[in-house]
Each structure stands twice: as C-alpha cells, then as structure tokens.
C-alpha cells in the first residue's frame, strides 16, 4: 500500500527568518519578476495553505527569499483515517458538499392514500 502525502506551508515562517513580517513585503518583489498578484492573493499565499501554486510565482519565491523548494513546502505522511462515512471522512473534517450538514436532511415524503 502506498503511504499518502501531504504537506505543510512555511512561506510565512521563511519570510520571518529573512525580516519580512508584513505580507505587502512581498508583493513588489513579486511584481519585480513579473508576478502580479493582488494584496489578497499575496496575503491568502502567504498567511494559507495553498492549494495551487503556479511555477512562476513558486520560483519567484525561491528567488526572493534565496531558499530552497524544502523549505518552503515539507512533505508529510497522513495518518490513516478509520471508517469513513456517507458524508466523505470518519475524522469529522469537512470534505465535499454534505459535510456540516449535521441534522439538516431533507425528511422522507409519506405518500398517503387519496382522502385521507
């Protein structure tokens, strides 16, 4: 069985070890290499974890804080979940359109005969 990854997001962290502790930091040393991101993408990049990121703006990053890829992105093993349930995960996460739906089901119609 393959083990499954996922990772964890040390932009923040890295920009704090260079002096960079505002998130405008960031964005004209962005637009000095062609990036332009807007002040919520730059803030969403820098304070989230992404889950897209072009290989432009990843190189731009490694440029401007002179680190490497693992540096900024650490792969991890994900623990194995027990018994997942009908709305996606066993672990109480939210993962796809019925997860937080609780107690909010539609009720079940009762078809009656006619007259009563």
Do not use: N
């Amino acid at each position: 069985m393959t083990a499954k990854l996922d990772y964890r997001w040390h932009l923040r962290e890295v920009m704090a070890t260079r002096g960079m502790f505002s998130t405008t930091d960031l964005r004209p040393l962005l637009a000095e290499r062609g990036i332009d991101l807007s002040a919520s993408q730059v803030y969403r990049l820098v304070v989230e974890r992404p889950e897209r990121l072009s290989m432009p703006t990843l190189m731009a990053l490694l440029d401007i804080l002179q680190c490497r890829m693992d540096d900024l992105i650490e792969p991890v093993a994900v623990r194995a979940s027990g018994r997942k349930t009908a709305a996606g995960g066993g672990d109480g996460s939210a993962a796809g359109p019925a997860a937080g739906v609780g107690e909010f089901r539609p009720k079940r119609a009762r078809i009656t005969p006619a007259g009563e």
